[in-house]
């Protein structure tokens, strides 16, 4: 049986994911929330977006007691604002189950190459770290940015869940996808060779596609 994650931050070259801590990381959340004005971002999150400091730092302050969902703020590299969150949750240690979801990354994180090393960190912390079999993302089945975000990193879609819950006054079908152990190989070796310096011009712009480079190291389109 696996262990429960841990309450240690991981270390990348372009982020550090570390377990949330309010008093640290509260103020520059909030401040990165705020660039997304419309709030577009909370759309398909159970909560509304926060207009108010103390009420985000209130609830910040309840999530960062709970082990599940454990949630961590992404802090990029080299400035150390936390600039995103994502959770461990719905963790299943006797079937060795485990799901990346309550994601929210700020305008400062999105389409960011931290982004995706966050996502990699998570997935190597699960399957390397910890031992675990199955690693899901779950999400809106109207959620496209999420859907295709999923497809991108590697996750497989298995099925669509109809009003699989209800939240924010409405039904939600839910589109469900996963990456298991067998698998993760392939993917490390993708994200390694992704994340290469080498894979970065000077200007910090890829020069291979992530998705084409895990659709190569897992054989597909030979």
Known sequence: MPPPPPRAAMQ???CRVEPIEPARHAGDLFAANRLDASGRNWTYLPEESFGDFAAYRGWLETIAAADDPLFHAIVA???GKAVGVAAFMRIDRKNGVIEVGNINFSPLLQKRTAATEAMFLMMRRA???LGYRRYEWKC????AASRRAALRLGFRYEGLFRQAVVY???NRDTAWFSIIDGEWPALARAYE????PANFDAAGRQRADLAAMIAAARGEGR
């Open 77 to 79: 590299v080299p400035d």
């Open 127 to 129: 399957f390397v770290e």
């Open 193 to 196: 060779a992704w994340l290469a």
């Open 12 to 14: 990348g070259r372009f």
């Open 168 to 170: 924010k006054g409405r």
């Open 140 to 143: 809106d089945a109207l959620n």
